[in-house]
């Protein structure tokens, strides 16, 4: 589940996805109870690739530890040991809730302002390349 | 590096930190199983764990429990293996009294100091190599105090101070051998 990325971009995707990694674990937790490994596979599918899968353990530590979602043991679909399964508490559904609304108020407001300052970078590009142009005809 | 010695790593490293033996259990079945998955998908350990498995464990260690349940553990934990000795030793000389003198110190600093080094770098030590230790290490520096020192008394405690010592500690030893009994099977 570790894909290998340009090191920039692949920094700036770690710090981003860390940032927000636990409203999309609410988020995944939300669908149907998960178990770890679950985790990173839904989150690979969706294109969210971690660096280091078991990142997502401290996480979701933490957020047993704050009520916000449970965990209890059942067989897994794939067979083997019985696996640990996280749920969703009322606590974690209204966190998740208002996770959502931060990320997209936060989401919503990088977009408009990368929109706007990408068009006034194209504008001034342009502009240079224009006038690099002239001078150098 | 190995599944087995992921998890050899990981579990040494909770037991160091003040993790329940009932939590670290469950973290080392979790890990394992998903160690396993990935393993089935192609993947390798570090893909899992990264680079530096003890950051790893000790990252979820803090997630886990804050440093304040732990140390206070750890605390009681130490209280507890004091008391119990101290009550043994009430049982086997069958007084009210202990006279404690530098020998006795000394032999039991000297065990008490290996065995939390032993412990922070390979985890439990176990009954067996704590008997091994306490003959190989402590005896020998105590005989040594008591030739240099001599054989005078430092202090004596009443038996009152077993049990108060014992005390602390005594939930989470009952818990962790709840655990212990309850758990399935041996991880690792």
Redesign the interface.
């Known amino acids: 589940m570790t894909k290998e990325l340009p090191d920039a971009v692949g920094q700036r995707h770690s710090q981003l996805l860390r940032g927000v990694l636990d409203i999309c674990l609410l988020a995944l937790i939300a669908e149907r109870p998960r178990y770890g490994f679950e985790f990173t596979q839904a989150l690979a599918d969706s294109g969210l690739d971690l660096v280091r899968e078991g990142s997502i353990y401290p996480l979701l530590s933490r957020l047993e530890r704050g009520g916000l979602i449970s965990s209890y043991r059942a067989p897994s679909g794939s067979g083997g040991a019985p696996r640990k399964y996280y749920r969703l508490t009322e606590a974690g559904c209204a966190e998740l809730d208002g996770g959502r609304v931060a990320w997209h108020g936060f989401a919503g407001a990088v977009s408009g302002l990368l929109a706007e300052t990408g068009a006034d970078t194209d504008a001034h590009t342009d502009a240079d390349t224009t006038s690099t142009g002239k001078s150098t005809s | 590096m190995t599944n087995e010695r992921i998890l050899a790593v990981c579990r040494s490293n909770w037991e160091y930190r003040g993790i329940d033996d009932a939590s670290v259990r469950?973290?080392l079945?979790?890990?394992?199983?998903?160690l396993?998955?990935?393993e089935a998908?192609g993947?390798t350990p570090q893909?899992?764990?990264?680079d530096d498995v003890k950051a790893?464990a000790a990252?979820?260690a803090?997630?886990?429990a804050p440093l304040s349940r732990r140390i206070a553990r750890m605390a009681a934990m130490a209280l507890f293996v004091v008391g119990a000795v101290l009550l043994v030793r009430h049982l086997v000389t069958w007084s009210l009294t202990l006279s404690v003198g530098a020998d006795d110190l000394a032999f039991w600093a000297v065990i008490a100091t290996f065995t939390v080094v032993w412990e922070i770098r390979r985890g439990g030590l176990g009954l067996g190599r704590s008997w091994l230790v306490a003959l190989a290490v402590g005896l020998p520096v105590a005989i040594l105090t008591r030739v240099l020192g001599g054989d005078e008394i430092l202090f004596s405690l009443p038996l009152w101070v077993a049990p108060l010592l014992l005390l602390p500690g005594l939930p989470y030893a009952v818990a962790d051998g709840r655990a212990r009994k309850s758990a399935p099977a041996e991880v690792n």
Request: proline share 0%; charged share 40%.
């Open positions: 469950e973290m079945e979790e890990l394992s199983a998903h396993e998955d990935a998908a993947r893909d899992v764990v990264g790893f990252a979820w803090r997630a886990r």
